[in-house]
């Protein structure tokens, strides 16, 4: 239950500084101000991409698990972010793959290849769970266009960013579950 309101503390902190982010309704420049808003957001985002990373994960020791999370998280924030430059339609693969990367990252014998070997160990649930991941990507798309129409601003912000953590959340807890290596029986 602790893990949980940990989670929820992310993500709530999260969606808060991007709807603080919103307020001063700056337009992207090379200015001080925006500059400065954007790299309290991506911060904010990190932190909190970090601490759910970590809190997914399965108990262990604390401090290389941080390490290897934040590590895991800046690394998939910069390619999703160089990808969405590149081209707005290697957003959604990008983010999928983000996930089964990253999501293991919080796991104590997590190596990099934790998240893609998932296909292997449960092929059929890693395929499952990769097709209800895009799919979730796309609604959240959708859905966060659609309240960027009907709720504007701040506070159209943080009921974004609420929702997509806590989407995200749940996903990440399901590639870092998926991720570990199967017990054997017998």
């Known amino acids: 239950m602790r893990r949980v309101l940990l989670i929820a503390a992310a993500v709530l902190g999260n969606a808060l500084v991007q709807a603080l982010c919103v307020i001063p309704e700056l337009t992207p420049a090379a200015s001080l101000g925006f500059v400065s808003l954007l790299a309290g957001s991506v911060l904010a985002l990190v932190a909190a991409a970090t601490t759910v990373v970590v809190l997914v994960g399965a108990p262990g020791p604390q401090r290389p698990r941080v390490r290897r999370a934040l590590a895991a998280v800046v690394l998939a924030l910069v390619v999703v972010g160089a990808l969405a430059i590149v081209s707005s339609a290697t957003v959604i693969p990008a983010l999928l793959i983000a996930l089964v990367i990253v999501s293991p990252a919080g796991n104590v014998d997590a190596t990099a290849r934790s998240g893609p070997r998932a296909f292997a ?12 991941t895009m799919l979730v990507i796309v609604v959240l798309f959708v859905a966060a266009l659609l309240l960027g129409f009907f709720v504007t601003g701040w506070l159209g912000s943080f009921a974004t960013w609420v929702v997509a953590g806590a989407v995200a959340a749940l996903l990440a807890r399901a590639w870092a579950g998926l991720a570990r290596r199967p017990r054997r029986i017998g």
Do not use: G, S
């Open 121 to 132: 160990w449960h092929p059929v649930r890693a395929v499952l769970l990769a097709v209800v």
